[in-house]
């Protein structure tokens, strides 16, 4: 059966309930920062196979960060990877076994333990708000408050309807980064599933691997697309006043 678009609540811990969705995204957490002191505390001069690999894809992603920004990559690369990380774990770990098959009861109900936190909305919707956010204070630490603000506002008409129009775009740029990631990772959920309930063996071994692909790209494209926005909103926009030369 498919996953209704909601997560399913597990339990409530006061007034808030605790998702399926919730479960994943904390399980995701502990993943990550478990991960991080682990490498930390294993680092070497000389490094084994698993430390050159992840060094090689750092290494990588920070150069298409440098190509992207330019001198604004140190500031921006911290975001792009965990945004990065964060979805890639989230969508690769959600492929695991005991996702959608292991069941609990809940008074009638038999609810899934556990539910991609990708594949819920106000995940995806978080995460496009903190990606939001951070780009605008990026923004006004790299151009100022006035700059910040030029970008949006002018005395010149056509430049005050552009800024009208960038300023809608902040706005639906998270609709777009929240529902891309949404809708992509909930279809291959409703697929997996569907196809997994009809042919138990061999058949869903090709959308597996789909999936697989689904969930680095996605991760990869709600980063890029993060980054840009970034890269764009700390660069110093340009005075719309024409010089004098240009009056005449």
């Known amino acids: 059966m498919a996953a209704p ?7 409530q811990v006061g007034p808030l309930p605790f998702t399926n969705t919730l479960l994943h995204t904390t399980i995701v957490d502990v993943l990550i920062v478990s991960g991080v002191i682990i490498l ?3 680092l070497t001069k000389t490094p084994g196979m698993f430390q050159n690999a992840v060094e090689y894809v750092i290494d990588g992603l920070y150069s298409l960060t ?7 990559a140190k500031k921006i690369f911290p975001w792009f990877m965990g945004f990065f990380t964060i979805i890639l774990v989230a969508n690769i770990t959600a492929l695991f076994p005991g996702f959608g098959t292991i069941f609990i009861h809940k008074g009638e109900d038999a609810i899934p333990l556990l539910r991609s936190a990708t594949s819920d909305i106000n995940t ?3 995460l496009a708000l903190v ?3 951070a780009t605008q204070v990026l923004a006004i630490r790299a151009v100022g408050v006035k700059g910040h603000i030029a ?3 002018s005395w010149n008409p056509i430049f005050l309807f552009v800024g009208i129009l960038e300023l809608l775009s902040v706005f639906t740029n998270i609709i777009s980064l929240s529902f891309r990631l949404f809708g992509n990772i909930f279809a291959g959920e409703v697929v997996l599933s569907t196809i997994s309930g009809i042919f138990a063996f061999l058949l869903p071994l090709p959308f597996m691997a789909l999936e697989i692909i689904v969930a680095l790209v996605q991760a990869l494209v709600f980063a890029i697309l993060t980054m840009g926005f970034m890269s764009i909103l700390m660069t ?3 005075s719309d006043e024409a010089s004098p030369s240009e009056t005449h």
């Open 131 to 133: 990606a939001t956010v």
């Open 124 to 126: 995806t919707l978080a």
């Open 40 to 42: 930390s505390k294993n």
């Open 5 to 11: 678009l909601a997560p399913e609540i597990l339990f």
């Open 236 to 238: 110093a926009h340009h």
């Open 66 to 72: 440098e190509s992207i920004s330019g001198h604004n």
């Open 151 to 153: 970008r949006y506002l």
